[in-house]
């Protein structure tokens, strides 16, 4: 219900500052620009730049956190990694760290089994179920940051094309009108 009511209250918002926008400087040929005119005109720019301001900041942060997932470059352990180590800790440091590349990159990495010797990862159904909610969550992420990206420039440019469009309608005469001042 509040998904709705949200959708329904940003959309009356924005189609308020657009046709506030478009009437405003329809005006403007016949009229010249007045104080007033000025002042709602200021208005709506505010209000446009200030929504689209704030859904791209919006659109910034769910991009740096979906790439903040890419930044860091897993890499094979050497074969000497932990020698310095008991085997049952070389083990389980071995297997976080590539359970951990799995998870986060996807990456199947040897790591130190209970003899010693190296092997490839494999991971179990939790640790597939892991990874594809984490792939699931970063695409999400993506979507969302160029859903915000899109909103914001919806923000500024249909405020933008409104004012442009109602000065050129303005300034084209109506059929019928013998006025000079269209």
Known sequence: MTAW???ALWTALLVAVVVVAFESTRRIP????TKRTA?????????????????Y????????????FNKNQIKELPPEWGADQPL???QSNSLAYVSAAFLDQ????KHVDQ???WVLYQPSQKAL????????????????????????WTWWLSCLFAAVFGYLAGRRPVAGDKSEGR
């Open 5 to 7: 009511f949200d959708f």
């Open 30 to 33: 016949a009229q010249g620009l």
């Open 39 to 55: 002042l709602v005109l200021g208005g709506c720019a505010v209000v446009s730049f200030a929504f689209g301001a704030a859904y």
């Open 57 to 68: 900041w919006m659109h910034v942060n769910s991009a740096e956190l979906a790439a903040g």
């Open 88 to 90: 049952e800790k070389r």
């Open 106 to 109: 996807g990456v199947l990495l």
């Open 115 to 117: 003899s010693g010797s």
């Open 129 to 152: 179920a892991e990874r594809e909610s984490a792939v699931a969550i970063r695409t999400q992420l993506q979507d969302q940051s160029w859903g915000f990206a899109k909103i914001a």
